[in-house]
């Protein structure tokens, strides 16, 4: 691609790319949160959210849930519940408190365990809601070391919380230190729980972007392709999640400069996101929008 059409690109994906290229959230924790646990190694997991709230951003990265068969401190596991809630539901005052009271709670009753790196890390959540990411920062550190202390270094918690910090750097663009660590949460999901699972995907998703953001194209695209083989495998092709990831291939092609290739993948994302979510839809219409882009910047280098 000659210059002109480089800059002309690069105006294009100003406004649209950060928001395409967005981190998939860290797993949503439940109550009674043991069963689950060993369900999510068991099975593919199922989207319980709809797909534009899926496709949040690294602010949204929901706390690691708790992970033991039964739990050995029921008062900080309920304390770290209240808090996650109110974190959850953006109550921030209300969430400082019951934040502080969870930490104050799991250091006398189940120090340095799980539990007390789940009260630590629902904090540094909610320190990103108050924009406050250096303390976020600080927080997520200090609670993937207690988790890995406490579970070992190959444990879900532990790849839930690399994908946490991660998702931070993302948000702040400090993409190759998010890299390895989507890589490691990578390893550790893919040893647990196989392949071809879901919360694999979902690490796939989020590497392949912040390769294809420094501009590591051709990993990023192999990286893209082995997400959107195991989502449309577990979802159907017709899923607002495999248009997710269309839209996330679309964006690394356009910046490499393969505008066809990138209408491609657009018009497949734009048709599936119409489908299932409705054209007036925001994600519908971010799609639609990017193929309008794309396909104008292509038809403009015809001739030149």
Known sequence: MRLPHLVALTALLVPFGSATLAAEPAAKPKAGTAQKS???????????????????????????????????????????????????????????TLCQQAIAEASKSAANTK?????????????????????AEAGYRQALGMYEAALGPNHLAVATSLSQLAGLYYQQDRYAEAEPLYRRALEVDERALGADHLEVAKDLYNLANVLALQGKHAEAHGTHLRCLSIREKSLGASDPVV????????????????????????????LITEGALGKDHPEAQYCRNWLSKVKGQRLSTIGQ
């Open 115 to 135: 539990h007390h790196a789940t009260a630590i890390s629902n904090l540094a959540t909610l320190r990103v809601q108050q924009n406050r990411p250096a303390e």
């Open 38 to 96: 060993q369900a999510k190694a068991g099975a593919a997991q199922k989207p319980q959210a709809k797909a534009g709230k899926a496709a949040a951003g690294a602010a949204a990265a929901y706390s690691v849930a708790s992970v033991a068969a039964v739990s050995t401190a029921p008062a900080a596991e309920a304390q770290n519940q209240r808090c996650l809630e109110a974190v959850d539901s953006q109550r921030l005052a209300e969430a400082e």
């Open 243 to 270: 248009a997710r990831s269309l839209a996330g291939m679309g964006t690394n092609l356009a910046m490499e400069g393969k505008l066809g290739e990138a209408e491609q993948a657009f018009e497949r994302a734009t």
